[in-house]
């Protein structure tokens, strides 16, 4: 599949989290090594008031450990391992390099703006703010105030803001007008209503299984003029797919795959 005019903007999903534990420096770094153009990551506030990458609210599926990331300091977060449920055997491996701790630990939105401003080339972050939350309207207000820090609350930022709450978009869009938005979409039926409400130049982000079984509606929402920004995209089938709806952006878990199927 050769690169072209219909060639979509690859972005990792959590990082390259196929092959590396999602939200780890470690798989952000294997992401950046591959040649994504962009990352993805969900973004929730601990306790004390830092954003930190994590997509549950719970830390039991990534750190075999109990609590929620709400009610947990960063201090506390720092102590846990988030990277061995993704290979719990590697520690049997002798043969294995030893491995930088610092690539396993919970990774704060600073660190991973920070490595994406660093680093040689442009790259695009795609971040997702999580709700319900406990902290309601306060994650877009912390998320924006640090996008001042780095300067990219303006025109020509890399970082673009998504969530399925409509609400939560509006929050970012009235504090940092020039922001991208992303409105994520999951059910056919919210479209006909979030079409008449999200702005003229929002993009808009289907999930694939949507776009499969539902194929009208990406021709839908490429008429009503909003680029789309497709998530979770893994296989030959949905990306050809996301080409053929003109797609402008795949997230995938696979990012290393993709680029090599899109011939970059």
Not at 89 to 100: G, H, K, M, S
Request: proline share 5%.
């Amino acid at each position: 599949m050769a690169a072209g005019a219909s060639s979509p903007q690859v972005v990792a999903h959590r990082g390259a989290s196929h092959d590396n534990a999602e939200h780890t420096l470690g798989a952000y770094v294997a992401a950046l090594e591959a040649g994504a153009d962009g990352l993805e990551c969900d973004v929730r506030l601990t306790a004390d008031g830092h954003l930190v990458c994590v997509h549950d609210r719970t830390l039991r599926r990534t750190t075999s450990t109990p609590g929620l990331v709400s009610t947990s300091d960063l201090a506390d977060l720092n102590e846990l391992d988030f990277a061995s449920w993704k290979n719990p055997w590697a520690d049997l491996n002798d043969e294995a390099p030893d491995r930088d701790e610092s690539l396993d630990r919970v990774l704060t939105l600073r660190k991973l703006l920070e490595t994406t401003a660093d680093y040689d080339r442009r790259v695009e972050v795609a971040i997702e703010t999580k709700h319900p939350t406990r902290f309601g309207g306060l994650v877009e207000k912390r998320l924006v105030e640090m996008l001042r820090d780095f300067g990219w609350d303006q025109a020509g930022s890399p970082v673009r803001v998504m969530s399925f709450s409509f609400t939560a978009l509006q929050r970012v869009e009235r504090m940092a007008p020039d922001v991208r938005i992303v409105q994520l979409v999951d059910r056919p039926q919210y479209w006909p209503m979030l079409r008449r409400v999200i702005g003229d130049d929002w993009i808009v982000g289907p999930g694939i299984e949507l776009l499969r079984e539902h194929p009208r509606l990406g021709t839908r929402i490429s008429r009503a003029g909003h680029d789309m920004h497709v998530w979770t995209v893994n296989t030959v089938s949905d990306l050809r797919l996301c080409q053929e709806l003109g797609v402008k952006a795949v997230i995938t878990d696979r990012p290393a795959y993709v680029l090599e199927t899109l011939g970059r």
